[in-house]
């Protein structure tokens, strides 16, 4: 402080007024901002963010915005699917019908165009897809099951008959019967192709329905 004060006593007053260094900005009140909402009238796109506009009272306008637009390649609007689901190993197969129901939300199928069919087991999944797919009222059929290895040798015989029963089903009906079926070794794995780290098969059945 006390070179800085010897300093003004050395130079010019006009050296601390003002200097190339430091040129004239417009102070904050000068900046006005106004918030810009932002909607999308496409059909298919979710949300959108907001943009800030920051303008001083010149010409110089500064825009800032996050936009956040989902939407799909592929509109399913109008066609209606069957999902046919089995209730064995229920824990593991409803999160599958959620991750599907929830793909075509985004493909814009109306919920009034899905019809769901619970069945026992996943032995059972491919002739109630086939019957379905013989009605002609459905673009696709999912199905949807849990599969898991026991101590006896009863899982091979359920994955076996339920993959046979549903490509019966496409072949016998014309109709495309996806097979959403997980046949895992553990509670673990099934859950882990529920939802978790390995993604939702459900989902995906329902994404190549609609593709």
Known sequence: MASFA???????????????????????????????????????FG???VAI??????????????????????????????????????V?????????LETFKRYSVKEEDIDVMWVPGSFEVGVVAERLGKSKKYQAILCIGAVIRGDTSHYDVVANSAASG?????????????????T???????LNRAGAKSGNKGAEAALTAVS
């Open 166 to 182: 549903v490509l019966s089903a496409s072949l016998n009906s014309g109709v495309p019967c996806i097979f959403g079926v997980l």
């Open 184 to 190: 895992c070794e553990d509670m673990d794995q099934a």
């Open 92 to 100: 593991v197969t409803r999160l599958l019908l959620e991750g599907a």
């Open 6 to 44: 010897a300093a003004q006593h050395l130079l010019p007053a006009s050296t601390f007024r003002s200097s190339p260094l430091l040129p004239n900005r417009p102070s904050i009140s000068s900046l006005s901002y106004k918030p810009l909402s932002i909607s999308s009238s496409t059909a298919g």
């Open 53 to 90: 506009e920051f303008k001083d009272r010149g010409s110089f306008v500064q825009t800032v915005a996050v936009r956040h637009l989902m939407g799909s390649l592929t509109r399913a609007e109008g066609l209606r699917f069957a999902v046919v689901v089995a209730r064995f190993n229920e």
């Open 47 to 49: 949300q959108a963010g």
